[in-house]
């Protein structure tokens, strides 16, 4: 996922249309429209900042996402980079609750993995 897939993902969840990112972005329409079209990379860097504002990430989540896909898993993917973001935007009680089921995840899942070896 590039940068410009990884700002469309996020306005299609955050907002309910691009019109609606465009004016809560203070942004003209035909700027988003025409950036996602031809890529964020072409656009004004005032303009892409105030999208990350918009989006409530950072300028550096665009950039690990564009690396992320040319150079494989040598850094975090674009989904990872994204689940950091959110990750770093909840209260330390949900983050404690993420880390619980995140481990109790990895337990189950390392099991299921021991039994399926156990059977090959």
Known sequence: MDSTELILKLINEKYKSIRQFSIAADIPYSTVKSGLKAGIKGMAVETVIKMCTALDIQMDTLTISD???KKGNSQL???????????RSLSNQSKQ???RY????HNTDNVETQKNQKFK
Do not use: C, N, Q, T
């Open 97 to 99: 609750e993420i880390m």
């Open 67 to 69: 690396s992320s896909s």
């Open 102 to 105: 995140i481990e109790y995840r």
């Open 77 to 87: 993917s674009a989904d990872e980079y994204y689940l950091v973001e959110r990750y």
